[in-house]
């Protein structure tokens, strides 16, 4: 059952099926050229140091490392930390569990376990981690090694979990003797929601993800952060994956610039409440988003999906729902303009 029984032609499309769609304006082409390089792989590009340097220090770490991708900066983490017959935890629905293909489990070697929800979208309990956090197993057991945290999770809709529950995860892990990698590819999103430092939100872990390609404009990069060995360790690792990349100050140069924009995702998180709050009027059954990212529960996505996209509304889905990213390409005037049309092309059954 489609809500769409007009049909309009709208020649500009809408994209708000993530925040990776945003696109590198004229001040970051700018600088991105005018970047100092070196070859990165011999003896250290310059513009790349000095984006590490940067971010360890917001992130409150002792050092730093750009790799192309999160999921590369996530799985040199999980490769750095687990070996065959190690098991490790993650809330459910995490990245690492669902939309990195396996490769925690057979590149990285760590067999997966997913925790439940308890605590709220996205979060898990202190005692969902002691729970399975088994110090003493057989020696035919798996042995749980490590804690893999999201922040903001992403599938559970851009949760955020707050400072005071991120230290007691992470000191419930360190009793059981776990290590903790965060994955947070959206911490700067979490960081702005809470207001505090990213740093407030890295507290004892092991390592950490972010990305600069989310929601930041910056074409490409993110960084895997932890203590100077690791960096070392992690640094042979991404060579081994063949994410050495010679002059990458041209990219590094994008992702200082994102650095200075981090206040800005506010713009999208407001967008991302008028959005929510504007798809509640017409009927949509939706939460109140975190942050970023707003999903929607409709009893059928892919013809949600369908009526979206005649009214040239891109969004994605996830179980039982449509997911809508807002983003520094989409302005508040876009937000309106979002609303309007599923509101004109809509029929008497909003949100079918
Ligand atoms: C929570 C989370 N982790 C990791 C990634 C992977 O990042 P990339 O697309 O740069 O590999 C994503 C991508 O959306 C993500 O949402």
């Known amino acids: 059952m489609l809500w769409c029984d007009r049909i309009v032609t709208y020649t500009r499309r809408i994209d708000l099926r993530s925040d990776t769609v945003t696109q590198p304006d004229e001040t970051m082409r700018v600088a991105m050229s005018a970047a100092q390089v070196g070859d990165d792989v011999l003896d250290h590009d310059p513009t790349m140091r000095r984006l590490e340097e940067e971010a360890a220090a917001r992130l409150g770490m002792a050092a730093a490392l750009w790799v192309p991708s999160g999921t590369m900066g996530n799985l040199i983490a999980l490769t750095v930390h687990l070996r065959r017959g190690d098991r490790f935890l993650a809330p459910r629905a995490a990245h690492v569990l669902e939309a990195e293909l396996g490769t925690a489990a057979w590149l990285a070697g ?50 955020v979990t707050p400072p005071d529950e991120h230290a007691l995860l992470v000191s419930a892990a360190r009793e059981a003797g776990l290590l903790v990698h965060l994955d947070g590819a959206r911490l700067w999103n979490a960081s702005i929601a809470l207001q505090v430092p990213p740093a407030a939100l890295t507290v004892g872990v092991d390592t950490v993800q972010v990305c600069l390609s989310k929601g930041l404009g910056a074409p490409v990069g993110s960084l895997v952060a ?22 990458g100050g041209v990219l590094a140069a994008a992702g200082l610039l994102a650095l200075e ?26 939460g109140v988003p ?25 969004a994605t889905s996830v179980p039982g ?23 004109s092309a809509r029929s008497t059954s909003p949100a079918a």
């Not at 197993?137 to 922040?151: F, G, I, K, Q, W």
């Not at 999208?268 to 939706?286: I, T």
């Not at 390409?329 to 937000?335: M, R, S, T």
Request: aromatic share 6%.
């Open 321 to 343: 729902g449509v997911r809508f990213v807002t983003h520094r390409d989409v302005p508040e005037a876009d937000i309106n303009e979002v609303l309007r049309r599923i509101n």
């Open 226 to 247: 932890g203590s100077t060995s690791f960096v070392a360790e992690a640094r042979r690792v991404r060579k081994m994956l063949g994410g050495g990349v010679r002059q």
């Open 290 to 314: 975190e942050t970023n990212i707003v999903i929607a529960a409709v009893p059928d996505v892919a013809a949600a999906l369908t009526s979206l996209d005649r009214v040239g509304v891109q």
């Open 110 to 159: 760590g067999m997966p376990h997913a925790l439940e929800w308890t605590v709220g979208p996205g979060r898990i309990g202190v005692e969902d981690v002691r729970a399975f956090a088994t110090a003493s197993a057989p020696y035919y057991a798996l042995h749980t090694r490590l804690l893999c945290l999201e922040n903001t999770h992403n599938f559970a809709g851009g949760t």
């Open 261 to 286: 924009r981090i206040d800005d995702l506010a713009v999208d998180h407001a967008n991302a409440r008028r959005l929510a709050a504007g798809l509640a009027e017409l009927g949509w059954e939706v």
